[in-house]
Every structure is written in C-alpha cells, then in structure tokens.
C-alpha cells in the first residue's frame, strides 16, 4: 500500500532553515506528482509546494517563493523541502501528499489523494 513518512520538523529560531523529508513507499514514484502542504493551528490546509516527479518540474506557493525549495531524489523514493529564512507565520503541521495518476503538475489538496502524518514545524521570533 502507499505510504508516507514525514520527518525533519523541529523548533527553530526566525531566520534559521529546516528540511523536510518524505519518505514514499508502495507505488511507481517517478510517475505522478508529489506535494507539500501545511496547516497552522486554526487554519485550513494550504498548499506549498509541488513537483512532477518525471521531469522535475516544480510549483512553488507565492507565501514561500524564495525560501522554500521543493527537490527530490528518484532513487530513494524521497521528497524534500528545504526551508530558508523561516518565519513565524511558517508555523505548521506540515505533510507530503502523492497524486500517483497525475500526468502533469498538479497543485491543489483536491488533487491528491495519500496524505503522510505530518511534521511540525515551530518558529519562534
């Protein structure tokens, strides 16, 4: 079966950097697509960033453009998000997400359909 396992998040200062990683297992990774979501306490789920893991094609939130980058590494079946200058508002359970039908870049949480736990991440000023 499909699984994602999120790691990485921790308490950091504002300023400082994080990486995420999710750790895919259980379907074909280099085809579909795979995302980055959060949801900070109180707020609905909000899309990050997202990748066509073919080609490596790559979205990137507005929010977080800049600062947060979205890579992978096809041979381990790993996805990350490398998290620079952090802020507050960054504040958030994080999760990966897979869309392993998609044929090309998807964006929204409608979109895809496995989900991981989640990894928090905390900012403080």
């Known amino acids: 079966q499909v699984q994602l396992v999120e790691s990485g998040g921790g308490s950091v200062q504002a300023g400082g950097s994080l990486r995420l990683s999710c750790a895919a297992s259980g379907y074909t990774y280099r085809r579909g697509c795979m995302g980055w979501f959060r949801q900070a306490p109180g707020k609905g789920r909000e899309g990050v960033a997202s990748i066509y893991t073919g080609s490596s094609t790559t979205y990137v939130a507005d929010s977080v453009k800049g600062r947060f980058t979205i890579s992978q590494d096809n041979a381990k079946n790993t996805l990350y998000l490398q998290m620079n200058s952090l802020r507050p508002e960054d504040t958030a359970m994080y999760y990966c997400?897979?869309?392993?039908?998609?044929?090309?870049?998807?964006?929204?949480?409608?979109?895809?359909?496995?989900w991981g736990q989640g990894t928090p991440v905390t900012v403080s000023s």
């Open positions: 997400a897979a869309a392993p039908s998609c044929w090309y870049l998807v964006t929204r949480e409608r979109d895809f359909n496995y």
